[in-house]
C-alpha cells in the first residue's frame, strides 16, 4: 500500500513563497510521474504541474515562471516551490504519484495567500 504525506502549506502574503514536499512510502514503481493538483472552494481539481521518471515537466499557464516542480527519486519525494504567490493560488494542494494500474494521492494540505 502507498502513502504520500504533504507537508509546507501555510498562509503567506501576496509575493511570498512556499515550499510544499510530499514523501511517498510503500511499493512505489520507480518509472512514475508524480503531480502537483490543486483544488479552491467551488471549483474543480486542477493539475499545477508535473514531472515525469525522466525529468519532464509540464506547468499550468497559471503558475508558469512562478513555480517549480522537482523529485528527489530516492527519497521517493517531490516538491514544488512557489514564488510570488498571488490570492487567486489559495487552495488545497494534493501531490500525486501514478504508473500504469495505480493511482496515488495525499490528503491535501491548504495554502492561503491573503494580506
Known amino acids: 500500500q502507498v502513502q504520500l504525506v504533504e507537508s509546507g502549506g501555510g498562509l503567506v502574503q501576496p509575493g511570498g513563497s512556499l515550499r510544499l514536499s510530499c514523501a511517498a512510502s510503500?511499493?512505489?514503481?520507480?518509472?512514475?510521474?508524480m503531480g502537483w493538483y490543486r483544488q479552491a472552494p467551488g471549483k474543480q481539481r486542477e493539475l499545477v504541474a508535473s514531472?515525469?521518471?525522466?525529468?519532464?515537466?509540464n506547468y499550468a499557464d497559471s503558475v508558469k515562471g512562478r513555480f517549480t516542480i522537482s523529485r528527489d527519486n530516492a527519497k521517493n519525494a517531490v516538491y514544488l516551490q512557489m514564488n510570488d504567490l498571488k490570492p487567486e493560488d489559495t487552495a488545497v494542494y494534493y501531490c500525486?504519484?501514478?504508473?500504469?494500474?495505480?493511482?496515488?494521492w495525499g490528503q491535501g494540505t491548504q495554502v492561503t495567500v491573503s494580506s
Open positions: 510503500g511499493n512505489i514503481f520507480s518509472m512514475n510521474a
Open positions: 500525486n504519484f501514478r504508473w500504469p494500474g495505480n493511482d496515488c
Open positions: 514531472i515525469s521518471w525522466d525529468g519532464s515537466t
